[in-house]
């Protein structure tokens, strides 16, 4: 959330929108999804974030801040109703760029995460001191 946060800061709102949805598939919460609606509406895509928002209103969103959530949920759905300067249509042009702009963050994310929390091994850790000593051992 953090780090969507901060594309946000810099207006990079499809690298946001990427953090926010990969945020949301770990962690789901009312506050990213509002996140994630702003990022689409910067973006014109004002169709998805209303379900988003809308989601957000209904509860599907847990968190310690629901309601401060549904309460910006609102907010933002009053801002979209009186300040749409584009449409769904003009915005879906730019629809496949994103689309693949998303794909490569996404799997640049996957890699890293996966830099930082590398895959353990099941074997108890008392196998894994003495695996270097197994070729020495005289049966």
């Known amino acids: 959330g953090n780090l969507g946060w901060a594309y946000m800061q810099q207006m990079n709102y499809v690298a946001a929108e990427v953090v926010y949805r990969k945020a949301q598939a770990i962690d789901p919460d009312g506050n990213k999804a509002c996140n ?3 990022c689409l509406m910067r973006q014109g895509r004002y169709a998805e974030a209303r379900m988003i928002l809308e989601d957000v209103k209904k509860g599907r969103y847990g968190g310690s801040d629901e309601g401060k959530s549904v309460v910006r949920a609102e907010e933002l759905l009053k801002e979209m109703g009186t300040s749409r ?3 769904d249509n003009g915005a879906r042009d730019h629809q496949d760029g994103f689309d ?3 794909e490569v963050i996404l799997s640049g994310l996957d890699m890293l995460t996966s830099d930082w929390a590398p895959a353990r ?3 108890l850790p008392i196998f894994e001191a003495i695996t270097p000593y197994r070729d ?4």
């Open 85 to 87: 300067g584009e449409t």
């Open 121 to 123: 091994s099941r074997r």
């Open 136 to 139: 020495q051992v005289a049966c």
């Open 36 to 38: 994630l609606s702003l």
């Open 100 to 102: 693949h702009l998303e």
